[in-house]
T-cell receptor, first 113, second 114 residues
Framework: EAQVTQNPRYLITVTGKKLTVTCSQN?????MSWYRQDPGLGLRQIYYSMNVEVTDKGDVPEGYKVSRKEKRNFPLILESPSPNQTSLYFC????????????FGPGTRLTVT | QKEVEQNSGPLSVPEGAIASLNCTYSDRGSQSFFWYRQYSGKSPELIMFIYSNGDKEDGRFTAQLNKASQYVSLLIRDSQPSDSATYLCAVNLLPSGSARQLTFGSGTQLTVLP
Protein backbone atom coordinates (compact mmCIF):
# COMPACT_ATOMS: atom_id res chain seq x y z
CA GLU A 1 0.00 0.00 0.00
CA ALA A 2 1.31 3.41 -1.02
CA GLN A 3 1.66 5.52 2.08
CA VAL A 4 3.50 8.08 4.14
CA THR A 5 4.17 7.02 7.71
CA GLN A 6 5.11 9.15 10.68
CA ASN A 7 6.31 8.21 14.13
CA PRO A 8 5.45 8.83 16.82
CA ARG A 9 1.80 9.80 16.35
CA TYR A 10 1.61 11.47 19.74
CA LEU A 11 4.42 12.88 21.85
CA ILE A 12 4.52 14.86 25.08
CA THR A 13 7.93 16.17 26.03
CA VAL A 14 9.61 18.85 28.08
CA THR A 15 11.35 22.02 27.03
CA GLY A 16 14.89 21.46 25.78
CA LYS A 17 14.79 17.69 25.33
CA LYS A 18 15.89 16.86 21.79
CA LEU A 19 13.44 14.84 19.73
CA THR A 20 13.09 13.42 16.24
CA VAL A 21 9.90 12.76 14.32
CA THR A 22 10.41 10.24 11.56
CA CYS A 23 8.75 10.30 8.15
CA SER A 24 8.97 7.58 5.54
CA GLN A 25 7.31 7.09 2.14
CA ASN A 26 7.23 4.03 -0.07
CA UNK A 27 6.27 5.71 -3.36
CA UNK A 28 9.77 6.66 -4.52
CA UNK A 29 8.82 10.34 -4.43
CA UNK A 30 11.57 12.90 -4.87
CA UNK A 31 9.82 15.72 -3.02
CA MET A 32 9.13 15.62 0.70
CA SER A 33 7.95 18.34 3.02
CA TRP A 34 7.14 19.07 6.65
CA TYR A 35 4.23 21.24 7.76
CA ARG A 36 2.89 22.37 11.07
CA GLN A 37 -0.78 23.06 11.58
CA ASP A 38 -2.06 25.45 14.22
CA PRO A 39 -5.63 26.66 14.80
CA GLY A 40 -6.45 29.62 12.59
CA LEU A 41 -3.11 29.47 10.79
CA GLY A 42 -3.58 26.55 8.46
CA LEU A 43 -0.69 24.46 7.21
CA ARG A 44 2.67 26.21 7.22
CA GLN A 45 5.71 24.70 5.58
CA ILE A 46 8.74 24.12 7.80
CA TYR A 47 11.28 22.51 5.46
CA TYR A 48 11.21 20.69 2.18
CA SER A 49 13.50 18.46 0.16
CA MET A 50 13.69 18.07 -3.60
CA ASN A 51 15.80 14.91 -3.43
CA VAL A 52 18.52 13.16 -1.44
CA GLU A 53 20.87 15.64 0.22
CA VAL A 54 18.83 18.60 -1.11
CA THR A 55 16.86 20.47 1.55
CA ASP A 56 15.59 24.03 1.91
CA LYS A 57 13.74 26.22 4.35
CA GLY A 58 10.02 26.77 4.16
CA ASP A 59 8.08 29.58 5.81
CA VAL A 60 8.70 28.68 9.48
CA PRO A 61 12.07 26.88 9.78
CA GLU A 62 13.28 28.39 13.08
CA GLY A 63 13.92 25.78 15.74
CA TYR A 64 13.83 22.82 13.34
CA LYS A 65 16.35 20.75 11.40
CA VAL A 66 15.92 18.12 8.72
CA SER A 67 18.04 15.68 6.81
CA ARG A 68 17.55 13.62 3.65
CA LYS A 69 20.11 10.86 3.53
CA GLU A 70 17.81 8.36 1.86
CA LYS A 71 15.08 9.02 -0.65
CA ARG A 72 12.37 7.43 1.45
CA ASN A 73 13.11 9.12 4.79
CA PHE A 74 12.85 12.74 5.88
CA PRO A 75 13.16 13.12 9.67
CA LEU A 76 12.28 16.33 11.49
CA ILE A 77 14.58 17.21 14.37
CA LEU A 78 13.83 19.59 17.23
CA GLU A 79 17.17 20.17 18.95
CA SER A 80 15.74 22.14 21.86
CA PRO A 81 11.95 22.10 21.77
CA SER A 82 10.00 25.01 23.23
CA PRO A 83 6.30 25.33 24.11
CA ASN A 84 5.63 27.39 20.98
CA GLN A 85 6.45 24.28 18.96
CA THR A 86 3.42 22.54 20.36
CA SER A 87 1.50 21.74 17.20
CA LEU A 88 0.22 19.11 14.80
CA TYR A 89 2.92 18.12 12.33
CA PHE A 90 2.40 16.59 8.90
CA CYS A 91 4.89 15.07 6.53
CA UNK A 92 4.00 14.96 2.84
CA UNK A 93 5.53 13.68 -0.38
CA UNK A 94 4.96 13.96 -4.11
CA UNK A 95 6.77 13.31 -7.37
CA UNK A 96 8.72 16.24 -8.79
CA UNK A 97 6.53 16.27 -11.88
CA UNK A 98 3.44 14.62 -13.21
CA UNK A 99 1.27 14.68 -10.10
CA UNK A 100 -1.22 17.10 -8.70
CA UNK A 101 -1.33 15.54 -5.28
CA UNK A 102 0.78 15.75 -2.17
CA UNK A 103 0.37 12.63 -0.07
CA PHE A 104 0.18 13.36 3.61
CA GLY A 105 1.19 11.24 6.55
CA PRO A 106 -1.24 10.71 9.46
CA GLY A 107 0.20 13.52 11.55
CA THR A 108 2.15 13.80 14.80
CA ARG A 109 0.63 15.72 17.67
CA LEU A 110 3.44 17.22 19.72
CA THR A 111 3.05 18.87 23.11
CA VAL A 112 6.03 20.64 24.69
CA THR A 113 5.61 21.56 28.35
CA GLN B 1 4.44 37.58 0.55
CA LYS B 2 2.33 34.70 -0.60
CA GLU B 3 -1.10 34.78 1.02
CA VAL B 4 -4.13 32.62 0.66
CA GLU B 5 -7.26 33.79 2.43
CA GLN B 6 -10.31 31.77 3.32
CA ASN B 7 -13.35 32.52 5.44
CA SER B 8 -12.79 30.34 8.49
CA GLY B 9 -16.50 29.74 9.00
CA PRO B 10 -18.05 27.72 10.37
CA LEU B 11 -20.29 27.41 7.36
CA SER B 12 -23.47 25.43 7.94
CA VAL B 13 -25.74 24.18 5.17
CA PRO B 14 -28.69 21.79 5.25
CA GLU B 15 -28.37 18.36 3.71
CA GLY B 16 -29.02 18.47 -0.04
CA ALA B 17 -28.07 22.14 -0.41
CA ILE B 18 -25.14 23.62 -2.30
CA ALA B 19 -22.13 24.56 -0.19
CA SER B 20 -19.99 27.37 -1.58
CA LEU B 21 -16.43 27.79 -0.33
CA ASN B 22 -14.28 30.71 -1.39
CA CYS B 23 -10.58 31.45 -1.48
CA THR B 24 -8.58 34.47 -2.59
CA TYR B 25 -4.86 34.65 -3.23
CA SER B 26 -2.43 37.51 -3.43
CA ASP B 27 0.27 36.34 -5.85
CA ARG B 28 -0.76 36.94 -9.46
CA GLY B 29 1.92 34.46 -10.53
CA SER B 30 0.02 31.57 -8.96
CA GLN B 31 -0.44 28.81 -11.50
CA SER B 32 -2.17 25.86 -9.88
CA PHE B 33 -4.96 25.69 -7.34
CA PHE B 34 -5.99 22.86 -5.08
CA TRP B 35 -8.78 21.99 -2.69
CA TYR B 36 -8.01 19.59 0.14
CA ARG B 37 -10.52 18.14 2.58
CA GLN B 38 -9.49 17.46 6.15
CA TYR B 39 -11.67 15.55 8.56
CA SER B 40 -11.17 16.30 12.24
CA GLY B 41 -8.00 14.63 13.50
CA LYS B 42 -7.05 13.36 10.05
CA SER B 43 -4.61 14.37 7.36
CA PRO B 44 -5.58 16.47 4.33
CA GLU B 45 -6.66 14.68 1.16
CA LEU B 46 -6.87 16.17 -2.32
CA ILE B 47 -10.36 16.48 -3.77
CA MET B 48 -9.92 18.91 -6.69
CA PHE B 49 -7.28 20.82 -8.60
CA ILE B 50 -7.65 23.45 -11.31
CA TYR B 51 -5.21 25.52 -13.33
CA SER B 52 -7.30 27.08 -16.12
CA ASN B 53 -9.87 29.82 -15.80
CA GLY B 54 -13.43 28.58 -15.66
CA ASP B 55 -15.17 25.64 -14.09
CA LYS B 56 -14.03 22.10 -13.51
CA GLU B 57 -16.52 19.48 -12.41
CA ASP B 58 -15.89 16.15 -10.69
CA GLY B 59 -19.00 14.41 -9.43
CA ARG B 60 -20.68 16.63 -6.85
CA PHE B 61 -17.70 18.99 -6.72
CA THR B 62 -17.07 21.98 -8.98
CA ALA B 63 -13.99 24.15 -8.77
CA GLN B 64 -14.16 27.63 -10.24
CA LEU B 65 -11.13 29.75 -11.05
CA ASN B 66 -10.96 33.43 -11.93
CA LYS B 67 -7.34 34.51 -12.26
CA ALA B 68 -8.21 38.11 -13.10
CA SER B 69 -10.04 38.47 -9.79
CA GLN B 70 -7.62 36.14 -7.98
CA TYR B 71 -10.17 33.86 -6.49
CA VAL B 72 -10.95 30.20 -6.59
CA SER B 73 -14.08 28.58 -5.23
CA LEU B 74 -15.41 25.12 -4.52
CA LEU B 75 -19.06 24.20 -4.88
CA ILE B 76 -20.41 21.04 -3.33
CA ARG B 77 -23.80 20.05 -4.72
CA ASP B 78 -26.25 17.84 -2.85
CA SER B 79 -24.25 18.28 0.35
CA GLN B 80 -24.15 15.27 2.64
CA PRO B 81 -23.34 15.04 6.36
CA SER B 82 -20.21 13.12 5.33
CA ASP B 83 -19.00 16.33 3.63
CA SER B 84 -18.65 17.95 7.06
CA ALA B 85 -14.95 18.76 7.29
CA THR B 86 -12.46 21.57 6.95
CA TYR B 87 -11.68 22.53 3.37
CA LEU B 88 -8.21 23.86 2.65
CA CYS B 89 -7.39 25.96 -0.38
CA ALA B 90 -3.82 25.76 -1.65
CA VAL B 91 -1.96 27.49 -4.47
CA ASN B 92 1.47 27.27 -6.03
CA LEU B 93 3.54 29.21 -8.50
CA LEU B 94 4.61 26.15 -10.45
CA PRO B 95 3.07 25.07 -13.74
CA SER B 96 0.31 22.51 -13.85
CA GLY B 97 1.41 19.00 -13.07
CA SER B 98 3.33 19.87 -9.97
CA ALA B 99 2.07 19.60 -6.41
CA ARG B 100 5.18 21.06 -4.84
CA GLN B 101 5.57 24.29 -2.90
CA LEU B 102 1.98 24.73 -1.87
CA THR B 103 0.81 27.72 0.15
CA PHE B 104 -2.27 26.83 2.17
CA GLY B 105 -5.11 28.92 3.46
CA SER B 106 -6.30 28.46 7.02
CA GLY B 107 -9.34 26.46 5.92
CA THR B 108 -13.12 26.77 6.06
CA GLN B 109 -15.01 24.51 8.43
CA LEU B 110 -18.14 23.13 6.78
CA THR B 111 -21.00 21.49 8.66
CA VAL B 112 -23.81 19.79 6.74
CA LEU B 113 -26.90 19.49 8.91
CA PRO B 114 -29.07 16.37 8.50
Amino acid sequence: EAQVTQNPRYLITVTGKKLTVTCSQNMNHEYMSWYRQDPGLGLRQIYYSMNVEVTDKGDVPEGYKVSRKEKRNFPLILESPSPNQTSLYFCASSPIQGSYEQYFGPGTRLTVT
Amino acid sequence: QKEVEQNSGPLSVPEGAIASLNCTYSDRGSQSFFWYRQYSGKSPELIMFIYSNGDKEDGRFTAQLNKASQYVSLLIRDSQPSDSATYLCAVNLLPSGSARQLTFGSGTQLTVLP
